[in-house]
């Protein structure tokens, strides 16, 4: 299994990430254990449950008018009462994503029930050029790891997780349909504003 490379990790979305944390902390409430598929303010959120920590999502957001890519987050909850744990927001954490070596950033840090959740980026792909990598794999695998200036067992008492992609590629699929939807939608209502704007110096 391999790990396709990201298009790009920075991004001016603080708005977007911030709400996502807000979802982290009251997420939509799923029926079953299907992917969740929802429109939600500028972005379609497609979401897994954990198989390790059943509360812990891995989540494919889709924003409005970038339909074609895909930004990749996952949760991690710590019972661990750790408070340095906070100093990881804005850091690279390795992680092994399907056995392989990569890094995440923490992007998020809450105190969250009886310990803290932590909200990690893991990158904006291309989205058809993804969903055929994730339609080879039966399961998504994450691994927080160490090097030599973190360990992850200081952090984390649970550090992997694992998710079941059956029925992930329709979902983001679905997703993609409602984030070119909503778009087409957001872009006639600016120019129907825009068209009844008062023309300055007019008749």
């Known amino acids: 299994m391999y790990h396709i490379g990201y298009v790009q990790r920075k991004y001016p979305m603080i708005r977007t990430i911030l709400f996502i944390f807000f979802l982290l902390l009251f997420p939509p409430v799923a029926s079953s254990e299907e992917p969740e598929v929802s429109w939600l303010n500028t972005f379609a959120y497609v979401a897994v449950h954990g198989e390790v920590t059943h509360g812990d999502r891995l989540r494919f957001i889709i924003k409005s008018n970038q339909c074609d890519r895909l930004h990749l987050l996952f949760s991690s909850y710590t019972y ?9 927001q804005g850091s ?9 070596d990569f890094e995440s950033e923490v992007i998020a840090v809450q105190p969250f029930l009886m310990g803290y959740i932590a909200m990690f980026h893991i990158g904006i792909f291309p989205l058809k050029e993804y969903v055929s990598y994730l339609s080879k794999n039966p399961k ?11 360990i992850a067992h200081d952090y984390f008492d649970i550090p992997n997780n694992s998710w079941n992609l059956a029925g992930l590629v329709p979902a983001i699929e679905q997703g993609q349909k409602l984030c070119i939807e909503k778009s087409n939608t957001i872009i006639k209502q600016a120019s129907a504003q825009l068209y009844i704007q008062p023309q300055v110096g007019g008749w």
């Open 140 to 150: 998504y695998e994450i691994v927080i790891s160490d090097n030599p200036t973190f």
């Open 92 to 100: 690279m954490v390795p992680t092994k994503i399907n056995g392989k």
């Open 80 to 88: 661990l009462k750790n408070t340095k744990i906070l100093d990881l």
